[in-house]
């Protein structure tokens, strides 16, 4: 294989056969049939040799240059002798090399608001939430993909961001190759990847319908979502209907497999445990992988009917087992249901109108291991043992949303969430705390979204949260979006 020649080539040819010509054809009289027969015949033989020569002017430029030669710009010469301009729609490919390619894109999310709440993140859970009053860059994420060789395409998207202290830092998101080319409908993905779990944890932010993340999925699944390094191979059912099924293994430590091995940012090392300071009242302890059974599993299945013309529905049902970090042998479950549907009438204009309902159940159980923590004694001013003793803790939550395109480029959405435990801990009367990590909430958002182009988004959104940790709050945000770039399309 040639190596990688530094070119911008965006060439595109479609071959079209006039089906309602045609039809017009046969339903006429015999001689009319046959002279336009003739003609449609001469147009396709034309079609064909046009296409011919764009392969030649395909396979000339895909060479690399010769000592001398420049590459070709970001304004390309097509076969008719015209110049194309970059279309903002088109790939911005960087490399290709035969079948191999390149393409990059950039997308960012800025907001701008304020909240009731000094402490912003009392009420805004997710990783790339409005995190303070003020602007917040929600993230600015740089994706890379295209295909390796025959056998293998890769994506990798990588995330730049500031924190509330004006830090500035990336993250690597998902970093994956893909085979193309498996028998029986089978795939292998591998890599650093969002786990296929529900709906919401595989998109990314700018496929979202609201600015910020469920309450649920931010606390069962993690501020930044469900994902980590690890495969998984997933099966496209031959069913005549859309009938998918996904097993996955991964890594299940770190704050990207939020209840699971987490350490919680080493709160630890604070020295006593309080339930606010620690989820599940109890500090992290240092665990490690001795074999398969300290990984992390998930698996997902999904399916989708058209219920008419006009409708389509989408269910699944995903699971999620591995260790936690609050003992050896403690283990976390959590599973999930969702449900899509969306209405679009046959004669709709751009995609609108068009009416969507989104909702997502999670249930998950948390076995607490035994623990002994230092607590503060307010008797004598000084510290005290107290001894936990292990328990499962079961939580719930819940989010249902709905948007309405009632125009071209505006939708209307309005979401309600709720999170709640099932079980009261016997920790939190122990340290005469209530744990806030799970103590009940809930959240109602409007939004109304405007859609310029494609390629830019403006939304505005309100939020009232009431928990029983924090009380009431209100929050308005405004979030701009922009893209450059071609992106792929986004998760029915």
């Avoid at 076969?79 to 301009?85: L, Q, R």
């Avoid at 719930?396 to 435990?421: I, K, M, T």
């Amino acid at each position: 294989m040639s190596p990688l020649s530094p070119t911008l080539l965006v060439t595109g040819f479609v071959l079209t056969v006039p089906f309602s010509a045609w039809g017009n054809a046969v339903s006429s009289s015999e001689e009319d049939s046959a002279a336009k027969i003739q003609q449609l015949n001469q147009e396709l033989l034309e079609q064909r040799q046009r296409l011919d020569q764009l392969q030649q002017q395909l396979a000339s430029l895909a060479k690399p240059p010769h000592s001398g030669e420049s590459a070709p710009s970001a304004i390309e010469t097509s076969s008719m002798g015209k110049t194309t301009p970059w279309s903002p729609a088109s790939p911005i490919t960087i490399a290709r090399s035969g079948g191999t390619y390149l393409n990059i894109s950039l997308v960012g999310d800025i907001a701008v608001g304020a909240s009731t709440k000094d402490n912003v993140g009392t009420v805004q859970m997710g990783g790339h939430d409005p995190s303070q009053r003020g602007f917040t860059i929600q993230g600015i994420e740089a994706t890379f993909e295209g295909a390796v060789d025959n056998y293998f395409r890769a994506l990798a998207n990588v995330v730049y961001g500031l924190n509330t202290e004006g830090d500035s830092y990336f993250e690597l998101e998902e970093a994956y190759a893909e085979t193309l080319c498996l028998p029986y409908g089978l795939q292998l993905r591998a890599g650093q990847y969002f786990t296929e779990f529900g709906r919401i944890n595989v998109q990314h932010p700018h496929s979202w319908d609201f600015i910020d993340a469920p309450i649920v999925t931010a606390r069962f699944l993690g501020p930044d979502g469900l994902r980590n390094p690890g495969a998984r191979l997933s099966w496209l059912m031959p069913t005549p209907f859309y009938s998918e099924a996904f097993f996955g293994v991964q890594n299940s430590q770190g704050e990207t497999a939020y209840s699971f091995r987490n350490d919680y940012d080493d709160d630890s090392s604070h020295g006593h445990a309080h339930a606010e300071d620690f989820p599940f009242g109890r500090p992290s302890v240092e665990t490690s992988v001795h074999g398969l059974k300290d990984m992390l599993y998930t698996g997902r299945y999904a399916a989708s009917f058209d219920l008419s013309d006009s409708q389509t529905i989408l269910g699944g049902i995903s699971g999620a087992w591995g260790p936690n970090s609050t003992g050896d042998g403690a283990r976390t479950q959590i599973y999930g249901a969702d449900i899509f549907w969306k209405w679009k009438p046959v004669n709709h204009h751009k995609g609108f109108p068009f009416v969507t309902l989104q909702s997502e159940f999670l249930f998950r159980g948390y076995e607490a291991a035994a623990a002994t923590v230092e607590v503060e004694d307010p008797s004598s001013g000084g510290h005290m043992d107290v001894n936990l003793p292990g328990e499962t803790l079961w939580d719930w939550g819940a989010y249902v949303q709905v948007s309405y395109g009632f125009h071209e480029g505006w939708v209307a959405s309005l979401r309600g969430d709720y999170s709640a435990p099932i079980t009261n801990g016997k920790y939190e009367s122990m340290l005469g705390e209530d744990d806030a990590s799970r103590s009940e909430r809930f959240r109602v958002s409007p939004a109304l979204t405007w859609y310029p182009s494609e390629f830019s988004r403006v939304r505005l959104q309100y939020n009232y949260d009431h928990g029983d940790s924090f009380g009431s709050a209100h929050s308005v945000w405004l979030q701009l979006e922009f893209l450059l770039g071609s992106h792929g399309d986004h998760h029915f």
